[in-house]
DNA sequence: CCTTTCATGGAGTGCGTGCTCTAGTATTGC
DNA sequence: GCAATACTAGAGCACGCACTCCATGAAAGG
């Protein structure tokens, strides 16, 4: 009998389609974007598509879900004893350098908007909660070592790091003039001033 | 012969209709919502719907063009000699009060994920435009009394004031236990460590 | 009254969509 | 070489969508 095609093979392919997709999504959303754009970009036939996704929206799944990992994954290589203000501002720095590839600013953009999917509204919180679990901890060792203010508290700062971030990325998208190259320092500038004691 | 219906009847039914739509929109998203589902909200039949709208897209371009008057108003509305610094801090207490209300929040995240359709795009870009030179001569003016920092000219200072406002709305979506009402004071204190010279 | 015009609902239409089916081709194990 | 399975393409399908058409009602001149 035959067998269980090389597994290296069927990820490549996977990724490809994944990639398509995402330039796709970035430019025209997820909404606005067909299957059949998605197989034009990727240079494959719809029998292939659906032979690696079941669904349209199971492929939007597994690209938030790459992500998601991708979050842990940074988090995790981040050693114990590290100064943790210098790891807040280096998780910005990093988030600011992704946002400079416009494909994955629009990809956010767009997927943020897929309103009333619930697999998806799930699949985003979780990456928050990745997102926040990963940072707050961090927040909170800054802050009991005096770097950051103590008038709030670390949940809440994080999610104003956050904030900075989410509004970063708008702002890519909607100001010409606003670009990611040009505005990472000030960006990091204006976490310092917002964490400040 | 017959006549020119009554515009106040014609307006306040486009006004309905204008009303669904944004609850409409701000649950499912622009894409995720039928004309069928907004003709249900609004109780009307699909025959009526385009007899006030030619298309769903004008309908959004309708909305869209009636907040960019609104900010439009509200600037104008500021006297000449009032406090600059005032006028800023009044301006996000303002937004911040709006997005308050989740159909607006969710209709701005909703819309700004409309890519690919260049009428909408130049339509949120002179809304952006509107919003940045009503917002700029004010952070100009405080920064010609030293009430805000130099270092970097009122043009970025108030894409950055802008950048917490899009950032506070999109965690508004994202984070459940990041409410407008319970943030606000601490988005006007991130505006004032922002611009603090 | 009658006539003209706007207002309204809803059945109907054509099209684009996500997805399926099938038939043919590569690739593997023996 | 052969059989069995995975892979690939693309024609086709059912469905939901934005939008049209038409019949009917209501209000305003004359």
Redesign the pocket.
Known sequence: ??????PQ??EA?RLAIIDAALTCFAVTGY?G?????ICRQA??????????F????SLLLAILAYGTDETRRWFAARPDDADPLSIVEAYVAHAAEEMSDPRIAGFVRAVTAVMGVPEVETALALDARVLQDGLEPWVARAQARGQVRADLPPRDLTAWVLVLLDGFLGRLAVDEAFTAEGQRATLVDAVRRLLAP
Chains 1, 2 share one sequence.
């Open positions: 009998m035959a067998r269980t095609v090389d093979r069927h392919r909404a974007t067909s299957t059949a754009a240079g494959i036939g719809s029998g292939t598509f659906f032979h690696y079941p669904t349209k929206q």
